[in-house]
């Protein structure tokens, strides 16, 4: 069984396109030990709250609760114990953080360019890739 941190845009993507290639990398992340922290969530919570998403794609507030709580619910919470300073954005150094501290094998992330390739033993993959290496 892997350790998977997934990034925010996939868990956004995951959410505004149903049946597509984040929404894929979170069911599939599902069948291992899948680990967020708080700022992920919030992250997610935050970006989705942008109105014009919500005019875009036309979901609820409560539809968007309701998702939050799903991802807790199918994850581990973890607040990192320690700081990262790895990452060309200093947001994704948080998401390292909790990759880091949860000795996760993969994050996953469509953002690759920001992350270090490999940082403490957490390899940092796209999602195409990952969906590759844990077919189901």
């Given at each position: 069984?892997?350790?998977?941190?997934?990034?925010?845009?996939i868990l956004v993507g995951s959410f505004l396109t149903p049946h597509g290639e984040s929404?894929?990398?979170v069911r599939r992340a599902k069948g291992h030990k899948l680990c967020l922290s708080?700022?992920?969530?919030?992250?997610?919570?935050?970006?989705?709250?942008?109105?014009?998403?919500k005019k875009k794609y036309r979901y609820s507030a409560a539809e968007l609760a309701q998702y939050v709580q799903h991802l807790r619910s199918?994850?581990?919470?973890?607040t990192p114990k320690r700081s990262v300073r790895a990452c060309?954005?200093?947001?994704?150094?948080?998401?390292?953080?909790?990759a880091v501290d949860v000795h996760?094998?993969?994050?996953?992330?469509?953002?690759?360019?920001d992350f270090p390739k490999?940082?403490?033993?957490?390899?940092?993959?796209?999602?195409?890739?990952?969906?590759?290496?844990v077919r189901p």
């Open positions: 069984m892997l350790t998977i941190v997934l990034d925010t845009n929404w894929e990398v708080p700022f992920i969530l919030t992250e997610v919570w935050r970006t989705l709250r942008v109105s014009r998403l199918i994850s581990r919470v973890q060309a954005d200093p947001d994704d150094d948080h998401i390292l953080a909790c996760a094998d993969y994050l996953v992330t469509r953002n690759v360019k490999t940082y403490r033993g957490v390899t940092v993959i796209q999602p195409g890739k990952f969906l590759r290496l």
